[in-house]
Nanobody, 120 residues
Framework: QVQLVESGGGLVQPGGSLRLSCAAS????????MGWYRQAPGKQRELVAT???????NVANSVKGRFTISRDNAKSTMYLQMNSLKPEDTSIYYC??????????????WGQGTQVTVSS
């Protein structure tokens, strides 16, 4: 019954900004590490950024200085603020989280993805 749902994707011009959200719902006990991944056509899924439950973050070199990951544990929601977007950022962005839920062993969950397109 645990679900992750991404939102906030869309079409933006180079240099523009978007904020993605990932909301977790269901019989959640605790959410541990979370992360954003992206996958472009013909390419493997790559890690964009991660954040621990207490807020320690890591971002990929390709987006460092432009993207910021954050989370609100009270809302079971993670965010990705994307600034200075480039055409090469175009991809489907996926949310991932390690979650303990009622009656279920701790496991990783994935969202359905949200499309980000950077084009002029």
């Amino acid at each position: 019954q645990v679900q992750l749902v991404e939102s906030g994707g869309g079409l933006v011009q180079p240099g523009g900004s978007l904020r993605l959200s990932c909301a977790a719902s269901g019989s959640i006990v605790i959410i541990y590490d979370m992360g954003w991944y992206r996958q472009a056509p013909g390419k493997q899924r790559e890690l964009v950024a991660t954040i621990t439950r207490r807020g320690s973050t890591n971002v990929a070199n390709s987006v460092k200085g432009r993207f910021t990951i954050s989370r609100d544990n009270a809302k079971s929601t993670m965010y990705l603020q994307m600034n200075s977007l480039k055409p090469e950022d175009t991809s489907i962005y996926y949310c991932n989280a390690r979650i303990t839920a009622l009656g279920v062993p701790t496991s990783d969950y994935w969202g359905q993805g949200t499309q980000v397109t950077v084009s002029s």
